[in-house]
């Protein structure tokens, strides 16, 4: 080999080990990184595009069952709207339109979601059963941030690690094939026997392979979100709040980009800010369906991180001082805008009185927004099992089947959701399969009915909660703790009866055990452990004293 041959393999390898070298040193960087450059590269976004929605019948065919509309709202606290008494009306931002349907309809003052994390608890809002039974038990999770979490979460001032199975992530399967199995029995394939046209907009985040599409899973038409910008980073009509202290916050910006598909098809940009792009599409879908039954399932992104508010919506807004609670409030103002669009459409088209609208939200606020009022007087956030956790803004209105202006006060569940649309509808439940939720509609008419007790359940691995009664138990594995609360004297979760009621505390067991009881395994393992404090936000100093919970992920 001659010298000029030796000379330059001994500096390719020089420049491969410096590459190497590089690259361990900023492997980080790079993982935190790679999810959007992986979407960049083999999922190119086009240019707008309207949706080709399908049209309905030009003329009216007598008789029909009332259209269902499901609005769900992702991480809004119930603190977040103003029919509880609450919410930001003192910083100018009432909820009106949400409101009225409370006004018109039904308030529930103990409205439950299905979980405190939005996989599980969107399985539970379409199938009206416990998720853990067909085996969604744990949000997916991009293997990317499983990879770089450990690392992001470094923080010598956090009392508490989070915990990262590498075997598991390792094996686990690709982010897009974790989701709800094909063989559920959705709202959407219930209704569609019925004569109903059904359609989804927005999140839906129980899985992105064909099978587990909407399109495969009774819906006959999606717009659908595939990433998580409400606008470009940099889009001159964006304002964004971006919080250096949450790990997930950091990860999200990076790897989140604008883009939507119709019906499986290519990528493409929304025209504008996602809340008012995806109400755009809703109200054209009500004008398309006019004539026909048909189930709208609006799933908004709104209110999720990462925070970014449309520039009119924060400009509307120059009282409230602080940026990031101004971009929350402005977020939650374009929300409660399109409640209002979409109840407004129904009245331009002479429906509002034949359709049955249920307003919710997949679980309450998360801590690591740093906002520690979103779900006042509520103990918890996003991802425990306290009532800030699952306590949500939940209202239905149907005029002439659901008495206006009452406050329903037993608990209920998105696991009755199904139950509830299906009755009104006329269709039937499957009958191979236990259906958990119960049709509300005989104890809302305004007869004094009263609906039965029953235990309402929640499941993340070994955490666990059950709601029985009055009285609710929440069950943790790490740290081994149990909390024990008479809700009905002690709503808000201040004082743990676990120790002097041994009543309440062995009933609840058993009552957990019995339930948990040959259910099957997860359909994919938990890698991620993250700690959370039940009483403090992510931004805030953590002491030795400050309870806390992890939620398996």
């Known amino acids: 080999m001659s010298k000029r041959w030796r000379r330059g393999l001994l500096i390719t390898a020089a420049l491969l080990v410096l590459l190497g070298g590089l690259a361990y040193a900023n492997r980080l960087l790079i993982l935190q990184y790679s999810l959007g450059w992986y979407t960049d590269l083999f999922f190119p976004r086009g240019p707008h595009r309207p949706a080709p929605w399908e049209a309905g019948p030009a003329q009216p065919a007598g008789k029909r069952p009332p259209n269902i509309v499901v609005i769900l709202a992702d991480d809004l606290g119930i603190n977040d709207v103003t029919m509880g008494g609450g919410g930001l009306a003192a910083l100018g931002v009432p909820t009106p339109a949400i409101d009225s349907i409370a006004r018109d309809g039904a308030r529930f003052d103990r409205g439950y979601a299905g979980s405190a994390v939005c996989t599980v608890s969107r399985a539970a809002l379409l199938t009206g059963r416990y998720p853990w039974r067909f085996g969604v038990e744990f949000t997916p999770t991009p ?26 992530a390792a094996g686990a399967k690709d982010f897009n094939d974790l989701g709800m199995p094909p063989s559920e029995m959705t709202l959407a394939k219930l209704l569609k026997p019925a004569g109903y046209h059904t359609v989804h ?18 819906f006959d038409e999606t717009l659908f979100m595939e990433s998580g910008l409400y606008l470009p980073e940099k889009d001159p009509r964006a304002v964004n709040a971006k919080q250096d202290f949450d790990p997930i916050d950091r990860f999200l910006w990076p790897n989140m980009r604008f883009g939507v598909s119709f019906n499986g098809g290519q990528w493409f940009e929304p025209d504008r800010y996602l809340t008012d792009y995806f109400t755009d599409e809703a109200v054209r879908v009500i004008e398309k369906n006019k004539h026909r039954p048909f189930l709208l399932y609006l799933a908004h992104w709104g209110v999720h991180t990462p925070l970014q508010a449309s520039k009119e919506d924060y400009d509307a807004l120059p009282q409230i001082k602080d940026h990031r609670q101004r971009v929350y409030a402005a977020m939650v103002r374009s929300l409660d805008r399109s409640v209002g669009r979409v109840l407004q459409a129904l009245k331009d088209q002479g429906l509002d009185d034949n359709t049955l609208v249920i307003f919710t939200s997949d679980n309450g606020a998360p801590g690591y927004i740093g906002l520690p009022d979103v779900n006042q007087p509520y103990r918890g956030w996003k991802l425990t099992f306290f009532e800030g956790g699952l306590r949500v803004p939940y209202a239905a209105k149907w005029p002439g089947h659901i008495a206006a202006g009452q406050h329903y006060p037993a608990p209920i569940s998105n696991i009755d959701v199904l139950p509830t649309a299906v009755a009104a509808a006329g269709a039937k439940l499957p009958t191979d399969r236990v259906i958990d939720g119960v049709n509300l509609l005989p104890f809302l008419a305004g007869a004094p009915a009263t609906q039965p ?23 943790s594995e790490l740290p081994r703790k149990e909390w024990l609360f008479n809700l009905n004297e002690d709503p808000t979760e201040r004082h743990n009866l676990i120790a002097s009621r041994a009543d309440k505390r062995d009933a609840l067991r058993k009552l957990l055990e019995s339930h948990h009881a040959g259910m099957p395994a997860p359909l994919w393992p938990s890698f991620i452990a993250l700690p959370v404090m039940i009483d403090k936000t992510l931004d805030k100093k953590q002491l030795p004293g400050d309870e806390y919970t992890y939620w398996f992920n």
């Open 143 to 168: 293997g990317a941030m499983a990879r770089v979490a450990g690392e992001l979460y470094a923080d010598p001032d956090r009392l508490y690690p989070v915990q990262i199975d590498k075997q598991a």
């Open 201 to 218: 907009i927005g999140k839906w985040h129980l899985g992105s392979t064909p099978e587990m599409r909407p399109n495969n899973q009774g």
């Open 453 to 475: 007790q029953r235990p309402l359940f929640w499941r993340d691995g070994r955490y666990r909660a059950v709601q029985a009664e009055g009285w609710k138990l929440i069950s």
